[in-house]
């Protein structure tokens, strides 16, 4: 208990500061405490407890359903492992190295037309993790720059625009929605899980593309990943209303409204995400190291801990 206070007193500034920075204002100071002591806090020692028997970079894959949550609790543990822990971290977004829209709009012509649309596996360059991955693995370390991608945009931006990584991080936690995604079987993968396949995916082709790279590119990228953390949503009804959240923040903080998705377009977007989110709900919460439950209202039901 007293180093979960000690803890507490060395980050509650900063903690408090990124919530008004985001605008999270739906719980009160004392609830907002009480999962920063009860989550966040154990979430973070635990961290640092495999950091310290690993002895090397830690990459941490952070999983969960769509406007579940993970940036922001990744953001608040980053918080946590640098102002008492004093370390290096460094948090990526699978979202920031999703492929060029030309490089996709090349795939929708080649392969299926649903590839023109950024999420699915398939459509991130994970050759450019991978690097990543193995770049801070390397004894003498050299400077980094990872892709930053706009969503506003649906564009990867300019060079000039990307992260720059100086230092070598101690901690890495790379997150996403299908970070750790494990492929279906044939069976599964012939069933259609909602109108977008039954209707636009009729010959199988999307689906089979998106199986087999879960299968092959995405399965290497995920066996370099230490520990899996994972966000379990009540059910994937929360995914539609949770985005269009997300989406009316990024409207109120953008100027480019046109390039926002509408309640339409959101809809037929998350069609996309079904199926492997629905697999995620079982495979990860029986497999992750750590596994968040979330309620209905959005707040955290409990948290499990694996060895």
Excluded at 104 to 114: N, T
Excluded at 284 to 297: D, T, Y
Aim: glycine share 2%.
């Amino acid at each position: 208990m007293k180093k979960t206070e000690d803890c507490f007193l060395s980050v509650r500034n900063d903690y408090f500061k990124f919530l008004k920075k985001e605008k999270i204002f739906n719980k009160s100071k004392k609830a907002q405490i009480k999962v920063l002591k009860k989550i966040h806090i154990p979430m973070a020692f635990w961290i640092e407890n495999k950091y310290k028997q690993e002895r090397k970079t830690l990459i941490l894959g952070f999983s969960g359903g769509q406007g579940s949550g993970k940036t922001t609790v990744a953001a608040i543990l980053k918080i946590i492992l640098k102002n008492y822990f004093k370390r290096k971290v460094h948090v990526s977004s699978i979202d920031d190295f999703y492929k060029p829209l030309d490089v996709r709009y090349k795939m929708s012509q080649k392969i299926h037309p649903l590839f023109k649309t950024r999420g699915v596996p398939g459509t991130h360059d994970v050759n450019l993790i991978k690097d990543f991955f193995n770049d801070i693995k390397k004894n003498k370390f050299k400077r980094i720059k990872l892709p930053k991608f706009k969503k506003a945009n649906d564009d990867r931006a300019k060079r000039e625009f990307w992260f720059n990584i100086k230092e070598k991080p101690e901690i890495v936690i790379l997150e996403g929605w299908c970070v750790g995604a494990k492929p279906q079987s044939n069976l599964l993968i012939k069933k259609p899980v909602n109108i977008l396949e039954k209707n636009e995916d009729e010959d199988l082709k999307w689906r089979n593309y998106v199986n087999n790279k879960l299968k092959k590119d995405y399965k290497k990228l995920f066996l370099m990943i230490d520990y899996f953390i994972f966000m379990k949503i009540p059910s994937f009804r929360m995914v539609f209303k949770w985005r269009y959240l997300q989406e009316t923040k990024l409207r109120k903080k953008s100027h480019l409204n046109k390039k926002i998705m509408s309640y339409k377009e959101i809809k037929r977007f998350i069609m996309f995400y079904e199926r492997i989110t629905l697999q995620m709900m079982k495979d990860l919460s029986k497999s992750a190291s750590i596994v968040l439950f979330l309620k209905k209202n959005h707040e955290i039901k409990k948290i499990l801990f694996r060895n």
